[in-house]
């Protein structure tokens, strides 16, 4: 299996409503290429247009649509800068593994993308939690995806770095300082 190993495309991953959507318009801001979260926006869409392609209705459906988009933010990504995605083809991987789904191809996918190797992930935050429309999952469930993250990354050989409950800026700063220091 040839792996694609892309310019550095950092993953801001992690506990649902943790900030992560928040960091990376912080991040944009500040001039860098950003890709928003997949599920979200399939999430988004599959309500405007009445699908049922949900991670409630259809988890498998579901993830092989994240992981899809994943692989075009992916392969829309600078190849001359750092630019960060919301998220990536191992949460969705990820969701799989929980789901006791997972498609063959799936880890391939996982392996063959390569992100940069050093990973952000928010850690769970209860005072900045919220559901909404498209986050209908309660506090716990977020926790166990988050519990579940920690350990799916470093299985496919990333390092990763638990953003500090800090102001936005001050996150931003942390993980471009991480980079940096690499």
């Known amino acids: 299996m040839t792996?694609?190993?892309?310019?550095?495309?950092?993953?801001?991953?992690?506990?649902?409503?943790?900030g992560?959507?928040?960091l990376i318009l912080e991040l944009?801001?500040?001039?860098?290429?950003?890709?928003?979260e997949p599920g979200r926006a399939i999430v988004q869409e599959q309500l405007?247009?009445?699908?049922?392609?949900?991670?409630?209705?259809?988890?498998?459906?579901?993830?092989?649509?994240c992981i899809s988009r994943a692989i075009s933010h992916?392969?829309?990504?600078?190849?001359?800068?750092?630019?960060?995605?919301d998220r990536s083809i191992i949460d969705a991987v990820s969701f799989l593994d929980h789901h006791g789904m997972t498609p063959e191809n799936s880890a391939e996918r996982a392996h063959r993308y390569r992100y940069a190797d050093d990973v952000f992930l928010?850690?769970?935050?209860?005072?900045?939690?919220?559901?909404?429309?498209?986050?209908?999952?309660?506090?716990?469930?977020?926790?166990?995806?988050?519990?579940r993250l920690v350990i799916s990354y470093p299985q496919y050989g990333y390092r990763i770095h638990t953003i500090p409950k800090s102001p936005v800026a001050e996150r931003a700063d942390y993980i471009l300082q991480v980079l940096k220091s690499r």
């Open 74 to 85: 992916f392969e829309d990504a600078p190849a001359d800068q750092t630019s960060f995605c």
């Open 28 to 36: 944009a801001r500040r001039g860098y290429t950003t890709f928003d």
């Open 122 to 147: 928010t850690p769970p935050w209860p005072e900045i939690f919220t559901t909404d429309v498209e986050r209908t999952h309660s506090f716990e469930d977020a926790v166990a995806e988050y519990e």
């Open 3 to 18: 792996q694609i190993r892309h310019k550095p495309l950092v993953v801001l991953s992690g506990c649902s409503g943790g």
């Open 20 to 22: 992560k959507s928040t």
């Open 48 to 65: 405007q247009t009445g699908g049922n392609t949900l991670p409630t209705t259809d988890p498998t459906g579901f993830a092989e649509l």
